[in-house]
């Protein structure tokens, strides 16, 4: 069975405090690797996706790196807007899985002003 | 681009009525449509999956005669919540795939309150 899980639960930065968040997962070939934001009462917001190992993607203060056993979402000087859950999902090779993906539990991110 | 609405955004009935929540995708033809539950401070749990034509599949646990899912075309989506109870309050977020993509893209997400 499919994998995800996301740490820390929740992250207070200040702003400009750099950090990074982890996305471990086990999957039984991974198509792709997901990063989505999400902000309180609305839809996940896209960010990103990885699908092999070594891959690096950035868009303005993230960016997000993948392993074969681990995906990082980096926050370099983070904002105060920069405040969401982000979430981590992933989508296997085999047919059987569809095109679902399993999302972990998220992490809160609070950046301070 | 990728585009996806919901509508409505927040909806409040009583128990025993049944509601019907709509997903659009607005700038893309959606082969696939997904509907998922989150609960407060919770990550998202899958309800079904829809392909445009075809009957929904839903996940183990999920009432298929509870929660009808009809994806009549390739840019709407519909779920209907049949005769609704409290413990069906929740946060209802559909999501859609584009031909040959992988991604999925998500509505803003209906609240739900079933008094």
């Known amino acids: 069975e499919d994998q995800v899980t996301q740490s820390p639960e929740a992250l207070r930065l200040q702003e400009g405090e750099s950090s990074s968040l982890n996305c471990s997962y086990t999957?039984?070939?991974?198509?792709?690797l997901f990063w989505y934001r999400q902000d309180p009462g609305k839809g996940p917001e896209f960010l990103f996706t990885?699908?092999?190992a070594g891959e690096e993607k950035e868009k303005e203060r993230l960016k997000a790196t993948l392993t074969k056993k681990e995906s990082f979402l980096h926050i370099t000087a983070p904002k105060p807007e920069d405040s969401a859950t982000y979430l981590c999902a992933v989508q296997a090779l085999i047919k059987a899985a569809g095109n679902k993906l399993t999302f972990g539990g998220g992490t809160r991110v609070l950046v301070k002003p | 681009g990728a585009v996806v609405s919901q509508h409505p955004s927040r909806v409040i009935c009583k128990s025993g009525t049944s509601v019907k929540i709509e997903c659009r995708s607005l700038d893309f033809q959606a082969t696939t449509m997904f509907w998922y539950r989150q609960f407060p401070k919770q990550s998202l749990m899958l309800m079904a999956t829809s392909n445009e034509g075809s009957k929904a599949t839903y996940e183990q646990g999920v009432e298929k005669d509870k929660f009808l899912i009809n994806h009549a075309s390739l840019t709407l989506s519909t779920l209907t919540v049949t005769s609704a109870h409290p413990e069906d309050s929740s946060f209802y977020i559909c999501?859609?795939?584009?031909?040959?993509?992988?991604?999925?893209?998500f509505g803003p997400g209906t609240r739900l309150t079933v008094t």
């Open positions: 999957v039984s070939g991974l198509r792709g």
């Open positions: 990885l699908y092999s």
């Open positions: 999501s859609a795939r584009g031909t040959g993509a992988y991604e999925q893209y």
